[in-house]
């Protein structure tokens, strides 16, 4: 065998039946997908801001073009992989929202240079005059937003520090762009509930809001205000003051914006393929091909109400089996068995036979993928194979 | 911007020094790597058996290649994948470890056609036949080895259960080959001292060996026994009756075989170069640009007697920090922050500086990143850039 005859590259094939897949794989309900998107929407338009999405949950322009109102964005993205993906595809209104290093600003000038409004965060001085130094040398302004820290749960500057938050805008504007300031309720995750949710959505609102307030009358321009996290755009009820809205993982939805609230289960539009390779009958376990590689090690509902192990199992049509869940994985090994205390008995399936895993957490699972195959209608129907991305 | 202009699969670069990485990356210490390998090798040369290196922690021909004894194997893979991509670059000799799945034999047929001898295993008399049908219809004969339970962690028969075992056996040799037994002690990764892990070695010695005897007493060939697990292979007293060991995470070992002591702190060759991009230092906290999207979800210390979070922090040459570990992780954030209880000071570090995270499961880190940046020497200098992959 020598290159010429095998060729470990050949591209993606699309297949018409769910049967018909390699398994694992990753497997993409559009109908679902297109209703999680069409209810944001809808939600967002009565409250009056507009939606960037962040396109880091599914790194794919298939899903992205889905997901934008328009071909040119705007977009959010967590990584410069991304967003060099996205720009070659002709999306040119992207925010970077990972605050940013001091040595990453010559892609960023690059990716402007191409025509891209590319937008960085940042909460420190020492990034803000490394973006003016980097705009000097390039002799252009690039546009920086002053992340906000609204919850204490990760990065940001508190509105209250009004020397530091002042310092870092008058830097910018000297020598870069000011272009507004943005946060993201992290905790929002932990859920808690309606009530809960609502706090966390006016704690965006609010800490953005009064952050916007000082600049501008310090004299200092602040044209977006950007809250975001999915737990918190299904539940703000008013958004004064936001000009946009970011949000990512609503568009696939996963287990554990399930165990909090923010969507049903059925509402799920991403699942792992997998096939049956053996039992193990008296310890009540079926051993699948799908194991942490294809779901990957996110543990994100061991700490809900329902622990819902590496994933909870369907059939092939995606109906899920009651109290059947991966109870331990491996990583080519996924290990199905009933949730610990049910009375739930196991399906009787055979060697061969394939069931579909709805992940804990969809922005770690389809990380761990090259492609979607995508599900539409009552016949599950694959319909198309959308390639997606890593990297950084 | 278009196509001509930009392109977003541009090859991998090398670079001269850690400093001029894009982070996050994966960096491989190639003197560890070496280190680790020769250790292994030289042990199992005394106890006189050879070792079928396990390619799924690297992925990678050019570790492959260090690892095997020859360009042609034996090596040991976790997908179908992995067979393919070694195939093409020379691999002929090599187990798929994972029990077989009746749809996945026909990649398997192609692969044998291609001259390259590819092993399934599998555990039960459904696998056989099907793997004696594929035989008939492709008028070859497929090897296959039957996977032995040796301490209930998984899969495989149970040496006891004489008349499945023969019943496979039966089947195999009848309509296609029997190549042998193997075994996995999964348990041994539990720990537990050096005690402990001899039992656990003997215990996938005396399983396979019993099996081995039952199939010959029964007149079926059992040309090939074979055990592994890295912890177990570094424990073994005596191999009678073994003719292979495989082993795989030890290329690179991590904090999950430091902490059952099969390798110390400063024997891991692999971690993941960050970027410090913000500090929250009345919490205590450094944040970088190395979250879980590049360290990967996998807790595996959280259940061992020290917690290393998402990783152990060094410094950019490698050298560790005392008790200071990533806390926390985001898709693309990390907190850097000392241990809880640790009387340790967090490093003086500023925006832009950088540091090494040694992870917790090589297996899982690696496979998060598309190539291995080769440091070697005291000057840890990039000598090379290895391609990895992932896919099934």
């Excluded at 497997?27 to 929407?41: E, F, H, K, Q």
């Excluded at 990380?367 to 959308?386: D, F, I, K, L």
Aim: aromatic fraction near 4%; glycine fraction near 8%.
């Amino acid at each position: 065998m020598d290159s010429a005859t095998f060729d470990p590259t050949t591209p993606l094939a699309t297949a018409t039946t769910l049967e018909a897949l390699e398994t694992p794989c990753l497997v993409l309900d559009a109908d679902r997908m297109d209703r999680n998107i069409t209810r944001l929407r809808s939600r967002l338009d009565s409250l009056g801001v507009s939606l960037r999405p962040h396109l880091k949950t599914a790194k794919s322009i298939d899903v992205a073009r889905r997901l934008m109102s328009a071909p040119e964005g705007p977009a959010t993205v967590s990584t410069l992989k991304e967003a060099e993906q996205f720009a070659a595809d002709g999306v040119r209104d992207m925010i970077y929202a990972v605050g940013i290093a001091p040595a990453k600003l010559a892609r960023v000038t690059e990716l402007r240079a191409m025509g891209v409004d590319l937008v960085v965060i940042l909460d420190t001085v020492e990034q803000a005059k490394a973006v003016a130094e980097a705009s000097t040398d390039a002799g252009i302004r690039i546009p920086a937003m002053i992340e906000i820290d609204c919850d204490g749960h990760r990065s940001g500057v508190v509105p209250a520090n009004y020397a530091q938050l002042l310092e870092i805008g008058q830097t910018l504007t000297e020598g870069a762009e000011l272009r507004g300031v943005m946060t993201h309720a992290g905790d929002s995750y932990k859920g808690g509930g309606a009530e809960a949710q609502h706090r966390y959505a006016e704690a965006e609102r609010s800490a953005v809001v009064e952050a916007a307030q000082l600049l501008r009358s310090a004299g200092l321009p602040c044209p977006v205000v950007s809250v975001g996290s999915t737990p918190t755009a299904h539940h703000a009820k008013d958004l004064t003051g936001v000009t946009e809205v970011r949000a990512g993982v609503f568009v696939f939805f996963d287990l554990v914006m399930a165990g909090i609230g923010v969507c049903q289960v059925d509402d799920i539009g991403l699942s792992v393929l997998a096939t049956v390779i053996g039992h193990q009958r008296e310890k009540g376990w079926i051993i699948t091909d799908s194991g942490w590689m294809s779901l990957s090690r996110d543990r994100g509902t061991s700490k809900q109400a329902v622990d819902q192990g590496y994933g909870l199992v369907c059939d092939i049509q995606g109906n899920t089996y009651r109290d059947i869940i991966v109870a331990d994985a491996n990583q080519e090994h996924g290990i199905i068995a009933a949730r610990p205390g049910s009375d739930a008995r196991l399906p009787d399936l055979r060697v061969g036979d394939r069931v579909r895993i709805l992940p804990n957490h969809a922005c770690a699972t389809a990380a761990q993928h090259e492609a979607y195959h995508v599900v539409r209608g009552q016949s599950h129907a694959v319909e198309a194979c959308w390639p997606r991305f890593g990297g950084w």
